[in-house]
């Protein structure tokens, strides 16, 4: 990951809590672990690109990052991680957190997404697209989608109950939790169906469309 507004934000707030003398040396190491993620997740794409999903394996990626197979699961611990996964979730949850306490949980993820999603760089959007583009093609993938939108549902319905101060069982905050993840999963394929078109902007718009009732 590129040095991200936010990122460096939490990065600099994660450093100064350390003792001086290990600080900078951990803050160094997670920078170094972030961009080797970052490369073999771009190199992997690549080769998916080139010579298609299943006909890529670990051994090659790795290879393309120079870095070993087990050097390789330390950071995905399966081929599908390399789509279904990416750093952003936690970027987005403690952005989440960090806005205005009279805000909504919906106001709270649109500051939120705004301020995570205004920092990526143009080769992170493309990669986010072909992620998103082969998560739909690959029938094993879209199998794990399934898992990933339920776990999706649970984070939020926790982050939402706990701006809400209501119990995360609260059926309602669960409720809300699904719409939220349903109008997501809309902009994301109205994105791929659309090339040219603002992600960012779309997933603003959809949670407006769902904080004003889903007026039409």
């Known amino acids: 990951m590129p040095n991200h507004p936010l990122r460096q934000k939490l ?8 003792p001086p003398e290990i600080g900078p040396a951990s803050g160094l190491r997670e920078r170094k672990k972030a961009k080797t993620r970052a490369a073999i997740q771009h190199e992997a794409l690549r080769l998916f690109r080139e010579q298609g999903y299943e006909a890529t394996t670990v051994e090659q990626i ?3 990052v120079e870095i070993s197979p087990s050097t390789f ?3 995905f611990p399966a081929k599908e991680d390399l789509v279904l996964t990416d750093d952003y979730d936690p970027l987005i949850m403690e952005a989440f957190r960090a806005q205005p306490a ?4 919906i106001q709270a993820v649109r500051g939120a997404l705004r301020a995570v999603f205004a920092g ?23 199998a794990a989608m399934l898992d ?6 649970r984070q939020v319905t926790a982050l939402a109950a706990e701006r809400l101060g209501k119990s995360a069982d609260d059926f309602g905050v669960y409720t809300v939790a699904g719409a939220f993840v349903g109008v997501m999963i809309s902009a994301e ?10 992600l960012t902007a779309l997933m603003d ?12």
């Open 11 to 18: 990065k600099h707030a994660e450093v100064n809590a350390l």
């Open 102 to 105: 009279e805000l909504g949980p």
């Open 120 to 142: 990526l760089t143009e080769e992170e959007m493309s990669d986010m697209r072909e992620r998103a583009e082969l998560a739909l093609a690959v029938p094993e993938l879209r």
């Open 205 to 216: 718009e959809a949670l407006a469309q769902l904080e004003s009732g889903l007026q039409l």
């Open 73 to 75: 699961f330390r950071y």
């Open 189 to 198: 394929l109205f994105w791929i169906d659309h090339p040219g078109s603002d």
């Open 148 to 153: 990933q939108f339920a776990q999706t549902i």
């Open 62 to 64: 790795a290879e393309a």
